[in-house]
């Protein structure tokens, strides 16, 4: 059977769900004497996830690593596969992006928004608590990428990282404002 996973609309209609039966259960004269604003700060603070946000008082580290690699004879030319597996070296470029400590960032990466709006993280990415860490090859078999190709492809992934961070806290934003 076919299981929806849990959107971000899901959580916070949950967390509504719940703050709505705690104001229920409150005494009246607790809810009638409170103005919107203390009612807010009294159930807001436990119930919203942190937004990610890219901390610009530390900077971005961009490493390489080389590592061998299988390639199986069916990636190989078609003349070579006779010869079978080979090792092959290969060379990694490892961006970290440092991000404000974040200790939702499981519970947000875990959610999952309408897929109209939402085409999913960006590849080769993982995160954590204060840093995202992007890999990509930039060497291996049957290819190698110029400095120029390199410099290219580490800005648009990094556009990429930044309109999905965008995208997940705006949505998180618009919905507790709802």
Do not use: C
Request: hydrophobic share 35%.
């Amino acid at each position: 059977m076919f299981r929806r996973e849990v959107t971000i609309s899901d959580y916070y209609n949950n967390i509504f769900e719940k703050i709505k039966e705690r104001i229920f259960s409150e005494k009246d004269e607790f809810i009638i004497g409170a103005t919107t604003e203390k009612l807010t700060e009294y159930y807001f603070p436990s119930n919203h996830l942190q937004k990610i946000e890219i901390d610009n008082k530390r900077t971005e580290k961009i490493e390489y690593k080389k590592y061998m690699k299988i390639i199986s004879s069916q990636e190989r030319e078609e003349h070579f596969r006779g010869f079978g597996d080979i090792k092959y070296e290969y060379k990694s470029l490892l961006l970290t992006i440092p991000i404000i400590q974040n200790n939702d960032l499981n519970i947000i990466n875990k959610l999952e928004t309408l897929p109209m709006i939402f085409d999913g993280p960006p590849l080769n990415i993982q995160l954590y608590d204060d840093f995202i860490l992007f890999q990509m090859d930039i060497k291996g078999y049957g290819f190698e990428f110029t400095e120029d190709e390199i410099v290219s492809k580490i800005k648009y992934e990094k556009e990429k990282i930044t309109k999905w961070i965008k995208k997940r806290m705006i949505i998180s934003i618009q919905k507790v404002k709802n």
